[in-house]
Structures are given as C-alpha cells and as structure tokens.
C-alpha cells in the first residue's frame, strides 16, 4: 500500500477546497459540480462571516479597531488592529472548519462504500442528497453575502472603518476604493485554504481525534481497517 505522505497527498488532492477542483481523482465519489458547490459556499461563507462581524462591531462600540501593533511599509505607518488580527486567526479557523463540515455533508459518506450504510440497496441512490440538500443553503448564502457585502461598502466612509484599514490602504493604495475590505477578506481567505484547512485536515487524516476508530473523526487508520476487512472478506469466499 501506499505510504503516509502519499496517502496525505492523496487526501488533499481529493478534498482540498481549490485543488480538489483540479487534481481530485477521477474515480473520486465527489463529482465537480459538487465541488465547484462547497468552493462557492466557502466564499459565501467568509464574506458573509467577516462583514456581519465587523457590523456587529461598529453597533457594538467598535472595539475591534483597536490599534495593537504599528510597522513601517513603503517609508509609511501601518497599523495593525485587532479587528485584524481577530479575523486572521479566529475567523479563518471558523472559515476551515465550516469548510471541514460542508464537505462532510456533501460527501455523504455513510451512504459511500466502506460507510454505514453503504452496503443498503437504496445507498447508491442517495449519495448525492448532500450536496442537493446544500444547493438552496448555499444560493442563501451568496444572497446574503451580496447584502453583507453592500451594508459593508455604505459603512466605509466612517472614520473608524478608516483606522480599521490601514493596513490595507496602505498595501493596495486605495486602489479598491469602497471595496478595500475586500483586501482584508482575501487574506482571510488565504489562511482559511492554505494554512488553517491543511492544519485541521491532517488532524482529521491522522485520526488522533477519533483514535483510530470513529467514524468520520477515524482518519487514515480506520479507513486502512475498513479496506483491511472488506478484502478479507472478499479472499475467504474463494
């Protein structure tokens, strides 16, 4: 069989939420379109998740504008707030693990083979009633990060929106205008896919948090038992 790191590269080419769009195997349950569903769920989500937090925030005495730390960038001052830090670390981890939830949803992996279920005559039928299930909660979303987004924009000419992107202007030179959070956000969303996600991914690939033998929370070592016994039964009728 094949290795640790091969089976981790193998998990991330097939679950990633960007390079399992590209690199997935075609033998893969999870087809494209679902894929193409979550990664647009993903986007929703953390708009929706940011701006409704910084708005929150303003109403609720703009705390998250609080200068923590000042560097210099391009011979300017740059101010780094705890808005700031708050959405690079705590919300980029909300962002992974929604990402980590939705993706269990769409796999439906009860109803796969290997899964609790998959063995039942009606299983093949119903390994897509995920990713159907989330189709109207995901065109909910987009709605509502459009909306998140525009109460956002109105929001930006107010001084305290002003400190609060500082470090942002100064970065794209306001060249985003209204729109400059949206800077923020694709940060954001860098850490959510490409630092936070591999994190909690290998955590679950490991199987530490379900030592080896829940389902879901098993990871690679329950998976290698399930595989393990379904060919041994395969070898003892012959």
Known sequence: GNSWIEDWIQW?????MVFGICFHHRCHPIQAWERLIVFIGSIAFGLTASNFAFIWDRYD???MADHLYTFDFNDQQVILTKGVVVLWTLGSICHSVFDLVVWRVTACACCQPGGKCGKISCA?????????????????????????????????????????DDVYEQIVAGALGEFS?????????????????????TIMFSGILGCGGLPILGGRPRD???????????????
């Not at 959070?181 to 991914?201: R, S, T």
């Not at 290698?224 to 012959?238: D, M, P, Q």
């Open 12 to 16: 991330m080419r097939n679950n990633h």
């Open 224 to 238: 290698k038992e399930l595989v393990e016994e379904e060919l041994s039964g395969s070898y003892s009728k012959f």
């Open 61 to 63: 005495g703009g705390g």
């Open 124 to 164: 093949r039928s119903c390994r897509d009633c995920g990713s159907y299930t989330l189709i109207p909660v995901i065109l909910g979303m987009v709605v509502v990060a459009g909306y998140a987004c525009y109460l956002r924009a109105n929001n930006q000419n107010d001084a305290l929106e002003q400190d609060d």
């Open 181 to 201: 959070f949206l800077a923020k956000y694709l940060v954001e969303l860098f850490l959510a896919w490409f630092v936070y996600f591999p994190v909690f991914g």
